[in-house]
């Protein structure tokens, strides 16, 4: 169980998230992991006032708990509620979303976009699966504007920057789009090295899939799998080198 904090400090990973909070915004952060977020942001006069939301009602209380604890209950609200249900429209300028899969995330967004106004910025942080949080956006008409990489305690995350408005960063030709949204539009184009990292591991994994793969029987299902990945592997050896 995490210890709560008179003076909160956050890791290296919710410093890059809380970096792209626009100043003086009304934040809402969702599976709001003891509120730690929410509170920062404040002691630091970063955001005028915020929302912890939490799906379930032990993690709600430990919010409340550490809100309470810094003495912030005029500023912070913690809600029990899934997803962006906890929201009304236009309620929050800024909604931060990290630390959750990919895909949960793209699903808290569907099934929460009825509470979104369009006009709050988007910063997400999936730990896997980031692929899916860029489909969302891209066919939600949220324009990507910026991607970040960080690598902390031996693990590597992506950040999703986005708010309404026309696609840039993408490119026209839909093959290459396709790599992009799987890659990233901005990361593949500045290679960090932490992105260059993070795909020679997962190559090696495929690499070892693919291995196991060919020693099985030679259906045709499976003979598509094998050339899927073996298109992966490739791009994969394209964007890290």
């Known amino acids: ?27 809402a952060d969702i599976g709001s992991d003891h509120a730690f977020v929410p509170c ?14 939490e799906v379930n009602l032990g993690p709600m209380e430990a919010a409340q708990a550490q809100v309470a604890l810094v003495q912030l209950e005029e500023k912070i609200e913690v809600r029990l509620g899934s997803g962006l249900t906890v929201l009304r429209p236009g309620e929050a300028t800024a909604i931060t979303i990290a630390g959750m899969g990919g895909t949960l995330i793209a699903t808290i967004l569907e099934e929460g976009k009825t509470h979104l106004s369009g006009e709050e910025r988007l910063i997400l942080q999936p730990n896997v699966d980031a692929v899916d949080v860029r489909k969302w956006l891209l066919a939600n008409g949220y324009a990507l504007l910026s991607e970040a990489i960080v ?10 920057v986005a708010q ?35 795909w020679q591991t997962e190559k090696q994994k495929r690499q070892y899939i693919l291995e196991q793969m060919r020693r099985g029987n030679d259906s045709e299902v499976l003979q598509g799998k094998i050339e899927t990945i073996e298109r ?10």
Do not use: H
């Not at 920062?40 to 939301?53: F, K, P, S, T």
């Not at 690598?151 to 999703?160: C, P, S």
């Open 232 to 241: 992966l592997i490739q791009k994969m050896d394209e964007v890290t080198g």
């Open 151 to 160: 690598k902390e305690n031996e693990k590597i995350y992506e950040i999703l």
């Open 164 to 198: 309404k408005g026309e696609e840039s960063l993408y490119a026209d030709n839909l093959e290459r789009r396709e790599w992009e949204l799987f890659f990233g539009p901005q990361l593949t184009r500045e290679k960090a090295p932490a992105f260059v990292e993070k």
């Open 40 to 53: 920062y942001c404040i002691q630091q006069n970063l955001v005028e006032r915020a929302i912890a939301g």
């Open 1 to 27: 169980m995490k210890e709560m904090q008179t003076n909160v400090i956050l890791d290296q990973r919710l410093q890059k998230v809380v970096s792209y909070i626009p100043q003086g915004a009304v934040l």
